[in-house]
């Protein structure tokens, strides 16, 4: 292990300028060992961007799962009235989670205004490719996933993930997610000065001003900061507890508050059966390609988000790895950053 090669990394690729600020956290099942902030304090808050997906959107259908609200091989189009043709019949709420429905990754156009017109072009769309062909990954399913569920990113609770009861838009209830401090949704204006600006794309209707607070993401935008592929602001030490939990549930720990239980957390970290595909049921597996380098275990599971952010466990190792930055505020490319996470986590390993 080795604490300052990790710290050489990130502290470098600040200074080339891959992104304006940095928080990271290293731990096991017993708690933080390691901690370093970049321009930035251990209270700021960074948009997360798609670790939404297996955070607040995974974890709330996990919860689905488990209290039998939601089945895994629910037809999408019991789900959605819209979602109708041959092509897409046989698509299910595990083909979403796993990238493999068939949809594109965005739409074509730019994003429409409000869940409903959101719901039509996703079920109207036309399917890019055969489901469970291949896996492409896809904010649409996400953001379908999340109109299955409600977020609830308010609590008291400190280390763990609790549910309230909620109700899905075709009426059976489940627990909805709620998420500790620090995770939240659409920071309220007394917490704006806590979080790492974003600067938006070209093509995002508000490029041209810094977003302080507001989501980057212009579909989760759209859908009012809330959605399932994305929306989602946390600080190091919030998503480290949420791994904490996470951690120690996919090492047998039965303790934990469900969803977050070992079988439901090892069922949702098995490897997708699509050919080719790395994922699983809204997580992402280790290959010696992936973000987290080539010296965690063949069982480890995490996930990135567009912005600079990423999570990565490794069971076998006990040991989580969160790193957050603000990259979409005029830093490096996608490939800069995937270099630095892999850097960063073959550092720390040693």
Not at 102 to 122: K, T
Not at 215 to 233: C, P, R
Not at 310 to 337: A, C, H, K
Request: aromatic share 6%.
């Amino acid at each position: 292990m080795s604490a300052d090669a990790a710290r050489r990394v990130i502290e470098e690729a600040g200074a080339r300028g891959v992104f304006p600020s940095a928080a990271a956290e290293v731990g096991s099942s017993a708690g933080p060992e390691w901690r370093l902030d970049v321009n930035a304090s251990g209270d700021t808050l960074f948009d997360l961007a798609s670790l939404t997906k297996v955070i607040a959107t995974t974890t709330a259908v996990m919860d689905a799962v488990g209290t039998g609200a939601l089945r895994l091989d629910r037809p999408v189009a019991d789900l959605f009235a819209e979602w109708r043709g041959d092509d897409r019949g046989g698509v299910t709420v595990r083909d979403l989670l796993e990238h493999a429905s068939g949809l594109s990754a965005r739409l074509v156009d730019r994003p429409p205004e409000g869940r409903r017109e959101f719901e039509h072009e996703i079920c109207t769309m036309p399917l890019e490719y055969q489901p469970r062909s291949k896996s492409i990954y896809s904010d649409l399913g996400f953001i379908l996933l999340g109109f299955l569920v409600r977020l609830k990113p308010d609590t008291t609770n400190e280390d763990a993930t609790t549910n309230e009861d909620a109700t899905t838009n075709e009426g059976a209830t489940v627990r909805s997610v709620r998420l500790q401090p620090d995770l939240l949704f659409n920071p309220p204006p007394d917490l704006r000065p806590r979080c790492a600006p974003t600067w938006p794309m070209v093509e995002d209707a508000r490029h041209g001003r810094l977003l302080v607070g507001e989501v980057h993401d212009d579909y989760a935008a759209a859908l009012g900061g809330v959605a399932g592929h994305a929306g989602l602001f946390g600080t190091s030490s919030a998503v480290g507890a949420f791994a904490r939990t996470v951690l120690r549930a996919a090492r047998g720990d039965a303790r934990q508050p469900p969803p977050l239980t070992p079988d439901l957390v090892a069922l949702f970290t098995t490897k997708s059966s699509v050919p080719g595909s790395s994922r699983a049921l809204g997580w992402d597996t280790m290959l010696p390609t992936s973000s987290c380098g080539t010296r965690l275990s063949s069982l480890a599971f995490g996930h990135v988000g567009f912005t600079g952010t990423s999570l990565w466990i490794d069971p076998p190792q006990d040991r989580y790895f969160v790193l957050l930055t603000n990259r979409v505020n005029r830093g490096g490319t996608l490939d800069e950053m995937r270099d630095v996470r892999r850097a960063f986590h073959d550092a720390y390993v040693g």
